[in-house]
């Protein structure tokens, strides 16, 4: 073994050139969005002052290593395990789709109703499912609504589908699900 091979870099490359490509077009999308998203002022005591300049620094920054780097590769086209990495890097954007799919459904069903789905759905997907699991989230689920409605007072509107409910069942469900 040779001194120079043993110096040199041993680093990943796989999925290199998808997210420095990826992160110069993010970077020039803000930078031509720089005049639209901050103020120029006239009378500012200093040039650093003005609202867009440290902005426009960073960015600026941004845009020209991530051209460097670009530019100084090796290997400037993606092959299949660039985009099999990329695929890795985007998995863990399904639970964000889970949690935001969370928050847009419990104003319509319900803070109660929708934890105790969320909490089942997401250990099934995970692949936790006998029935110990499966009850053991709907009792997580179940504390979670009397840790953050019952004892920490937290004020979240009622569900839509509550207003289906006969008048008595209706405020009950308003106040404590």
Do not use: C
Request: charge should be positive; glycine fraction near 6%; aromatic fraction near 16%.
């Amino acid at each position: 073994m040779s001194t120079e091979s043993e110096l040199q870099a041993r680093t990943r490359v796989s999925g290199q050139i998808v997210f420095i490509g990826a992160a110069l077009l993010v970077s020039l999308v803000l930078l031509v969005q720089i005049p639209t998203q901050t103020t120029w002022i006239e009378d500012a005591k200093s040039f650093a002052a003005q609202p867009r300049f440290w902005p426009g620094v960073a960015i600026v920054t941004m845009v020209v290593t991530f051209g460097l780097h670009l530019w100084l590769m090796k290997r400037r086209r993606p092959v299949g395990a660039d985009w099999a990495e990329a695929k890795r890097w985007l998995e863990p954007m399904e639970y964000a789709v889970w949690f935001m799919v969370y928050v847009f459904a419990v104003p319509w069903i319900g803070f109660l109703p929708m934890s105790i789905a969320f909490a089942a759905a997401l250990t099934w997907r995970l692949g936790y499912r006998t029935p110990l699991y499966l009850w053991l989230a709907v009792v997580f689920a179940v504390g979670t609504v009397l840790l953050f409605k019952g004892f920490l007072g937290v004020k979240i509107p009622g569900a839509a589908l509550y207003e289906l409910l006969p008048d008595a069942l209706r405020s009950f469900a308003l106040q404590y699900l």
